[in-house]
């Protein structure tokens, strides 16, 4: 089993920058590729960044390209979504997720591990 605690999230103004951590728990065979999604209020929850377990491959919504950057500290058990430029359309509900896997995924369905949120909150 594997505990995924988010932390970062916070409100700002649009055009400014947050950082997201993900710091995980468990046993080390479920380490391995993680993601970040977000689910907007009255919206599906959609993917943002994934990474995989060495951090050698990562991919990102369209929607974030260029502004977001994903990154992981496998020592440290953390992940992170550094959050650039951020507009109002981004503010959600962040979720960091993990899997055993070591190669990441688009698909939330790939992923067993969840954390339970961070809200991020964009102001015009």
């Known amino acids: 089993q594997v505990q995924l605690v988010e932390s970062g999230g916070g409100v700002v103004q649009a055009g400014g920058s947050l950082r997201l951590s993900c710091a995980a728990s468990g046993r080390p065979s479920s380490n391995g590729a993680m993601a970040w999604f977000r689910q907007g209020s009255g919206k599906e929850r959609e993917f943002v960044a994934a990474?995989?377990?060495?951090?050698?491959?990562?991919s990102y919504a369209d929607s974030v390209k260029g502004r977001f950057t994903i990154s992981r500290d496998n020592v440290k058990k953390s992940g992170y979504l550094q959050m650039s430029s951020l507009k109002p359309e981004d503010t959600a509900v962040y979720y960091c997720?993990?899997?055993?896997?070591?190669?990441?995924?688009?698909?939330?369905?790939?992923?067993?591990?969840w954390g339970q949120g961070t809200q991020v909150t964009v102001s015009s």
């Open positions: 997720a993990a899997r055993s896997n070591l190669y990441n995924s688009r698909s939330a369905n790939d992923y067993p591990y």
């Open positions: 990474i995989s377990w060495s951090g050698g491959s990562t």
